[in-house]
């Protein structure tokens, strides 16, 4: 027996168990300091009333013969699936109830939709990512290259034709660079793929936090992405469904290659290897989708939003440059004076007690940024970014 040797090649976890290990150090020493964290990409507010009652409501069907549930669907419950449907069409997409898969979220889904594509696939990976990508390609065994965000592009790489890639993956808005797509951008992507016959692998996870109409709710507001693309989605940031889990990924019937169907392959692999999201947990994220629900949680999205508001405007005081912070809870910011991700990380640590994330974990392109979320509670933001604009106002 041989175990798999390309789990040699991931690289270790390291940001957040040094972030964990350098507060926890500072804080042994420093019994008396109060310390604030602005580094969790973990929602704090609980979940929505709504969604509590259906959870209730579903709870109580499972103790009754005749609206108990056992195995569901592998493709999610159709009341979810319809949900979803009637979300998407409010901004204009339309979606085939059997083009939507319910998942146990999007990491999940992320990870396992590699199993319909060939090991022989170069992947385009934004850099700095969301570590998943290249982790689930380098387990693998996938050949891996970069696309440079960088402050001169605003974060956004933009297709390079010179370069050939099969698998091209897209986060927006951003973790953790906050930044996102307008539509005329996400096009010239879907072009691209077009041409070469690439599939993008869209990561939506955040798509909630945008207001700004000219930006993507979905890859499927543009063009042409039938035929190239796939979108990963969450209830986790949507309505707090981080712990309860829940998601979905959209695969268009079009995204054929070589008489492959993408969707076909899907529900293949999913009927092969799961089975199915909690029926009391479908009820729950079904009721995020209804009229009330909406309103409820997009009270907690405005909360996570103020959040971004007053760190965003303490950069802006300082004059320190940043992404993100309007349509996204991540706000990525230059470290001020010259200083790398790591020396920032302590300099706040030590000198205002507040704990962020260094970029330098996010890639290479990271290095000399620095991660804060909007996703505290309103105190710890307000006295967090007041104690940061006092340290970086000297
Ligand atoms: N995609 C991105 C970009 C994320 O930042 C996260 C979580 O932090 C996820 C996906 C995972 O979402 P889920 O909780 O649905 O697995």
Not at 118 to 125: A, E, F, H, Q, Y
Not at 157 to 175: E, H, L, T
Not at 225 to 244: D, N, Q, Y
Request: charged share 25%.
């Amino acid at each position: 027996m041989k175990f798999n040797s390309y789990f040699n090649d991931i690289a270790d976890s390291y940001l957040f168990a040094e972030v964990a290990a350098r507060t926890a150090k500072y804080a042994a020493a420093h019994p008396d300091k109060k310390i604030l964290r602005l580094g969790i990409g973990d929602v704090t507010l609980p979940l929505a009333p709504e969604v509590i009652k259906s959870l209730h409501a579903a709870v109580d069907d499972m103790s009754a013969k005749e609206t108990f549930q056992g195995y569901g669907p592998y493709e999610g419950y159709e009341f979810l699936r319809e949900r979803i449907r009637n979300y998407y069409s409010s901004y204009g997409v339309k979606l085939a109830l059997d083009e939507i898969f319910v998942s146990d979220g999007a990491k999940s889904d992320l990870g396992n939709v590699l199993d319909i594509f060939s090991r022989d696939n170069t992947v385009l990976v934004p850099d700095p990512v969301y570590p998943v990508y290249v982790d689930t390609n380098v387990m693998a065994g996938r050949k891996i290259i970069y696309a440079d965000a960088t402050e001169q592009n605003g974060f956004l790489p933009m297709p390079d034709y010179s370069v050939k890639a099969d698998i091209i993956y897209i986060c927006s808005p951003n973790n953790p660079t906050g930044a996102a797509y307008t539509r005329e951008q996400l096009k010239e992507w879907v072009d691209y793929a077009n041409s070469l016959g690439a599939v993008i692998l869209y990561d939506a996870a955040y798509e909630c936090f945008i207001s700004d109409d000219r930006l993507a709710r979905s890859i499927f507001t543009v063009d042409g992405a039938r035929t190239c693309a796939i979108e990963f989605c969450s209830f986790s940031k949507t309505a707090g469904f981080t712990g309860t889990r829940c998601g979905y990924t959209v695969v268009p019937k079009e995204l054929t290659r070589d008489g492959f169907s993408a969707n076909k392959m899907w529900l293949r692999r999913q009927s092969t290897k799961f089975n199915g999201v909690p029926y009391i947990v479908q009820r729950g994220a079904a009721a995020v989708f209804t009229d009330e629900g909406l309103k409820e949680i997009r009270a907690n999205i405005a909360y996570y939003k103020n959040n971004a508001k007053l760190i965003a405007g303490v950069m802006d005081g300082l004059g320190i440059k940043y992404t993100g912070g309007k349509n996204s809870p991540y706000i990525w910011l230059k470290c001020p004076n010259g200083m790398s991700s790591w020396e920032f990380f302590d300099y706040l640590l030590e000198n205002a007690q507040v704990v962020g994330t260094p970029g330098a974990g996010f890639g290479r392109n990271g290095e000399g940024y620095f991660r804060l979320t909007a996703f505290g509670s309103e105190e710890v933001t307000r006295e967090a970014t007041q104690r940061i604009q006092k340290l970086l106002k000297k």
